[in-house]
């Protein structure tokens, strides 16, 4: 029989043997806090670079509607790798990381969680005294911070034009500050700020600075 057609023949009928599975690794972080907008998230990031994020609460301090957000997205491979290694250094959330310290102010439940074809780890706390918790929790919520402000400035851009502008430059602060993570993982409503000729100039241009940091960065 020809190299080739046995090749072929192999795959088919032993196809594990000549094709290893695989499978992709992930870090998810959830939150749930009640006193907070929103109260409920969670980010997974897979080692290939897709992300989901889910999150439910008020889209506004005087809202009485639960409003339920589910974003699918990709993070630029710096982040991606910057997760995966603090997640190693916490030892994939395999032992307890919460300091269990009395009276420490509650400011949510997080759980960090890892699953990948080899192991798997998860944990919850309020605050770990862990400084790669600390440092991978900070990151997460401060990409949740990223996509919220794009959850807010779709529904500003269908409903209410004007209140652009206040998100806008609220953005443009915390990026000065570097404390906004993951713009491009917004752009598609960036780019639509830019290109709709009925949201005033002055929103235009902010939005159209920050998509000039994606380039940048």
Known sequence: MPRLLKLASLLVVFPSLVLPQT????VTFTIDFPTS?????SIRVQSDGNARYESSGRLSADSDVT?????????TPETRQKIFDLAAKAGYFRKDVDSHHKGMAFTGKKTLSYKDARRSGESTYNYSNDPSVQTLTGLMQSLSATLEFGHRLQYDLQYQKLALEEELKRMEELARANELPEIGAIQPILDQIVADPAVINVSRARSQ???ERVRIH
């Open 67 to 75: 409003d339920n957000f589910d974003y699918s997205f990709s993070v």
């Open 209 to 211: 600075r920050l998509l």
């Open 37 to 41: 907008q929103p109260e409920h998230y």
């Open 23 to 26: 499978e992709t690794a992930a």
